[in-house]
Structures are given as structure tokens and as C-alpha cells.
């Protein structure tokens, strides 16, 4: 069946401009997480979602960024205000509830910011 | 909190030579153990979990890994390795009762005939 897709693949945006990133988890897999991979942090954490709730969301790094998922599928992460330090490829990933540990990855959206 | 380190950014090797990636974690309670495995160009992979039970885990293009709960490693080995092993090897772990995975930084692994 079909991945974990993500949209755009690439994103170039002017510092200060707000960007929306787009999930599309496995159908059927009701947890979906968000990560960043940076040159300067490697593989981070940024939110966790089971169903439209979010439980966690300790690993974003600040108000600018935050994130919403609808009908228990598509997730947005919204980067408002970007910075520079924003530039990352940001992952996401789904997993079935009853096997949380397995999380399937998307390709990344690469974002940078000039 | 917990953490991952993996101590070798980059790993040469000849094709059909052994290889070990490092991974060492700490946390203070239990743990869930991961290698994942990022090919070019590609999204990141599952290559071998160690959830419970034996120790030592196997995937299915012949890489293994072994948690040592003594040494709070979860080194990644193969005893014969081909060009097409050419990625990027992240270690990952999962606290129980939390969601996220915690990554290492990677180990670079180059393959070369």
C-alpha cells in the first residue's frame, strides 16, 4: 500500500514568511509524529499525535511553530515568522496504535529558508 | 533524560569486510532500541528493532544488533558487507510510555569496492 507522503518536497521561502507543511500518514495508522533533520541537531522530536490530539508536543522549539491534524489523517506543521535556523528537512512519520513503536517515515519536505 | 550516541560519524569499508556501528544509550528507565537506515535520496527505514527478549536482533538483508543492558549499548554488525549497504545508519531509542524517538547523530557508512 501507499506510504507516509509528504508535501511539498521542497519549500524555499524569504525569512519571515509563514510555510505550511503536509502530512499524509498510512491509512489506518492513527498515531503520527513530526521530526526535523538539521545539519546542527540531527534527528529531533517536535510533536507526537494520536487521533486529532496532540499529547506531545515538547520537542517544538518554539510558539512560532505549531501543528494540527483533521479527520485523524492529514497533519499541517505551520512555521510562522521563519528564521534562518529554521532550515531543516522535517520528517514525518505514522504508526498503528496497536504498534506504536514501528514508525513508518515519509520522504521530508526540505525547507529553506533564504 | 535519555540519550543516544553513536561515536563514528563515518565508517569506510571494503565490500565483503566486516563492520560494526556504534550505538551507546543512557536513560534511567527502560528502553526500546532502533536502527534505521537512510539510503541517498531516500526516507528513513526500519532495519531492526530490540523490543523484549533475546538479546541479539536480526534483519532480513543480514545486519544484526545486540543489546547490552550492562554496557547500555545496541552495536549494529554485519559480517560481510556489499556497495549497496551505502547510508546513513541512525540509532534510535524509545522510553517506555513515551511516543518520540530519541536519534543518534548518525553514522555514515561508505562502502567501497
Known amino acids: 500500500g501507499a506510504g507516509v507522503s509528504q508535501s511539498p518536497s521542497n519549500k524555499v521561502t524569504e525569512k519571515g514568511k509563514d510555510v505550511e507543511l503536509r502530512c499524509d500518514p498510512i491509512?489506518?495508522?492513527?498515531?503520527l509524529y513530526w521530526y526535523r533533520q538539521s545539519l546542527g541537531q540531527g534527528l529531533e522530536f517536535l510533536i507526537y499525535?494520536?487521533?486529532?490530539?496532540?499529547?506531545?508536543k515538547s520537542g517544538l522549539p518554539s510558539d512560532r511553530f505549531s501543528a494540527e491534524r483533521t479527520g485523524g489523517s492529514v497533519s499541517t506543521l505551520t512555521i510562522q515568522r521563519t528564521q534562518q535556523e529554521d532550515s531543516a528537512v522535517y520528517l514525518c512519520?505514522?504508526?498503528?496504535?496497536?504498534?506504536?513503536?514501528?514508525?513508518?517515515f515519509g520522504p521530508g519536505t526540505r525547507l529553506t529558508v533564504t | 533524560a535519555q540519550s543516544v550516541t553513536q561515536l563514528d560519524s563515518q565508517v569506510p569499508v571494503f565490500e565483503e569486510a566486516p563492520v560494526e556501528l556504534r550505538c551507546n544509550y543512557s536513560s534511567s528507565v527502560s528502553v526500546y532500541l532502533f536502527w534505521y537506515v537512510q539510503y541517498p535520496n531516500q526516507g528513513l527505514q526500519l532495519l531492526l528493532k530490540?523490543?523484549?527478549?533475546?538479546?541479539l536482533v536480526e534483519s532480513i538483508n543480514g545486519f544484526e544488533a545486540e543489546f547490552n543492558k550492562s554496557q547500555t549499548s545496541f552495536h549494529l554488525r554485519k559480517p560481510s558487507v556489499h556497495i549497496s549497504d551505502t547510508a546513513e545508519y541512525f540509532c534510535a531509542v524509545r522510553i517506555t510510555g513515551r511516543r518520540a524517538l530519541t536519534f543518534g547523530s548518525g553514522t555514515r557508512l561508505q562502502v567501497q569496492p
Open positions: 499525535f494520536q487521533g486529532n490530539s496532540a499529547p506531545d
Open positions: 530490540y523490543l523484549s527478549g533475546s538479546t
Open positions: 491509512s489506518g495508522h492513527t498515531a
Open positions: 512519520a505514522s504508526s498503528l496504535a496497536a504498534i506504536e513503536y514501528e514508525q513508518y
